[in-house]
């Protein structure tokens, strides 16, 4: 038998893919014991209500695989939230037209791969969420940033319109939007609906913290604009909504021909995803509902968002005004750092704070404006001792 080593020769697509700013930040930030304010998930714990699910489910022996496009009991549930939050809009199949998968991150990942062909263009608002350009290349499709302009982020309609053509097949929105706060308006929603109608393009969007939003905001799917369902695939996931983001349960609510060719994908990416916390899910999203758990929810973030924003001025920088999500941007031009990536490895090494520098949401990142962004889903301790530690900065 031939004794040879094996040589690991890694394909292009994985030997190509960039190490993402989240990992790099994350090692950084455990080596130096850093307080962690860079990655979107809460240090605090999951509400009573939310955990007693899932351990009610797994004490039933709700543990073997579960349906492909999701157990029965969560689509339903999942279809009468949305009856619920928009009574106007077309009531969604719990049959057909709604797939559940392990968290937003693979579900989006089916929905390009089922609607994207080699040489496809998607676009993307920038800054943009860190899978999405990896994610089309994969589908083998070509992503065409369109730049969301600071401070206000606001959409430039002609711009927008600049980027679609022939080979545009898809545009990828996140409301909020993850990392500005910002909250698409309807007027901005409806800008992209007519830009889709008019170039037959698809419209994915990702929704996954629909449920925080700040002062009046409100937020609109797409698929709710007359007419918009029957192009738009609606990313959801629980795992922001319900400070669990562990579970990993997302969902993508699309027309029947859509759903049937992102089912056709996720049963060969991961067939199902864990059958306890889908049951459990079921059983949430009527609780939460009845029990005024989402005014909580919000009320508590504004709270926390005032707070990090307090830390963030007295270390002298000027957070960016946010409607939804948990995360706050800052800009550093301002303090005179030209490099955002490299503030952010010395903020973690030398005054042991983690956060993310924007331009890792750039496909260019000499493209991106010089901000960091710091997350603010965190209990009262850890925000106060980066207080602590940002008081250290005008070291750096
Ligand atoms: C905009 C956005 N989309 C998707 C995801 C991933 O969601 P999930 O944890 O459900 O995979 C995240 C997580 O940070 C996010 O910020």
């Known amino acids: 038998m031939h004794q040879g080593r094996y040589t ?73 939230e949305w009856a619920r939050l928009y009574p106007e809009a077309r009531a969604i199949d719990p049959d057909a037209e709604i797939t559940v998968g392990c968290g937003a991150t693979e579900i989006l990942h089916d929905a390009l791969l089922a609607t994207i062909d080699p040489g496809d263009e998607v676009i993307a608002f920038e800054p943009a969420y860190d899978a999405y350009g990896p994610d089309v290349a994969t589908a083998g499709g070509v992503l065409r940033p369109v ?34 706060g910002k909250v698409f308006s309807r007027r901005e929603l409806e800008v992209v609906a007519d830009l889709a109608a008019r170039h037959d393009a698809l419209v994915i969007t990702d929704e996954v913290y629909g449920e925080i ?38 969902w993508a609510i699309a027309p029947a021909p859509v759903s049937a060719a992102i089912r056709a994908v ?11 916390f889908q049951e459990a899910l079921a059983d949430i999203l009527p609780l939460a509902a009845g029990n005024g758990y989402y005014p909580r929810l919000r009320a508590d973030y504004a709270r926390r968002r005032e707070l990090l924003a307090g830390v963030l001025r007295r270390a002298g920088f000027d957070p960016l005004p946010i409607d939804g999500a948990y995360f706050l941007l800052c800009d550093l031009a301002a303090r005179g750092f030209t490099n955002d990536a490299e503030f952010c490895r010395r903020l973690v090494t030398e005054a042991g704070v983690a956060a993310i520098p924007i331009s890792s949401f750039y496909a260019d990142p000499a493209a991106a404006p010089r901000m960091a962004r710091f997350c603010f889903a965190k209990k009262d301790e850890t925000l106060a001792s980066a207080a602590d530690r940002l008081a250290r900065l005008p070291a750096l």
């Open 266 to 276: 996720h049963q060969f990416v991961t067939f199902t995803n864990s059958a306890p």
């Open 8 to 80: 690991a020769r890694p394909a292009a697509r994985a030997a190509n893919a960039p190490t993402s700013i989240f990992t790099e930040i994350t090692a950084l930030a455990v080596r130096h014991g850093a307080v962690n304010l860079g990655q979107g998930f809460p240090d605090f714990p999951a509400p009573d209500f939310v955990k007693e699910a899932a351990a009610r489910h797994i004490r039933d022996d709700r543990n073997q695989y579960a349906a492909s496009a999701g157990v029965p009991r969560l689509r339903r549930a999942l279809a009468d």
């Open 213 to 250: 939003l700040f002062g009046a905001a409100a937020h609109v799917p797409i698929a709710t604009l007359p007419g918009m369902f029957e192009r738009t695939i609606t990313i959801g996931s629980m795992g922001k909504t319900f400070s669990a983001t562990g579970w990993k349960v997302g």
């Open 147 to 180: 730049p969301l302009a600071p401070p206000d982020w606001r959409l430039d309609p002609e711009r927008l319109a600049a980027a679609f053509g022939p080979p545009t097949r898809a545009i990828i929105v996140n409301t909020p939007h993850n990392p500005t």
